[in-house]
Nanobody
C-alpha cells in the first residue's frame, strides 16, 4: 500500500505561482510513476502532468510551458510547480501513483491517490 499526502494549495491571483508537494510512503518511491490530476466542480478529473521512473515528463496541453513536474527520490516526494496561473486552473489537485515505469493519462492508469488540495486562482 502507498500513502500520498499533498500540500501547497491555496488562493493566488491570476499570474501568480504555487508549488504543490506530494509526500509518499509505503513503497519504494523510485519504482512508482507519479502524476497530478485536477478536478473542477461539475467536471471530470483530468490529467495535468506525469513523471516516469527515469524522470521523463508528460503534460496536458493546457498546462504545458506553465507547469513543471519533478521528483526527489531521496525525499520520496513529487512536486508540481505552477506558474502563470489562470482562473481556469482552479480545481482540487490530486497526486497519484502507479506501479508502472511510465505514467498513463487516465485516472484508471493509477493505483493510489492522495486526498487532494484546493487551488483557487482569482481574476
Amino acid at each position: 500500500q502507498v500513502q500520498l499526502v499533498e500540500s501547497g494549495g491555496g488562493l493566488v491571483q491570476a499570474g501568480g505561482s504555487l508549488r504543490l508537494s506530494c509526500a509518499t510512503s509505503g513503497r519504494t518511491f523510485s519504482t512508482l510513476a507519479m502524476g497530478w490530476f485536477r478536478q473542477a466542480p461539475g467536471k471530470e478529473r483530468e490529467f495535468v502532468a506525469g513523471i516516469s521512473w527515469g524522470r521523463s515528463t508528460y503534460y496536458a496541453d493546457s498546462v504545458k510551458d506553465r507547469f513543471t513536474i519533478s521528483r526527489d527520490n531521496a525525499k520520496n516526494t513529487v512536486y508540481l510547480q505552477m506558474n502563470s496561473l489562470k482562473p481556469e486552473d482552479t480545481a482540487v489537485y490530486y497526486c497519484a501513483a502507479a506501479r508502472t515505469a511510465v505514467p498513463g493519462r487516465g485516472p484508471s492508469d493509477f493505483d493510489y491517490w492522495g486526498q487532494g488540495t484546493q487551488v483557487t486562482v482569482s481574476s
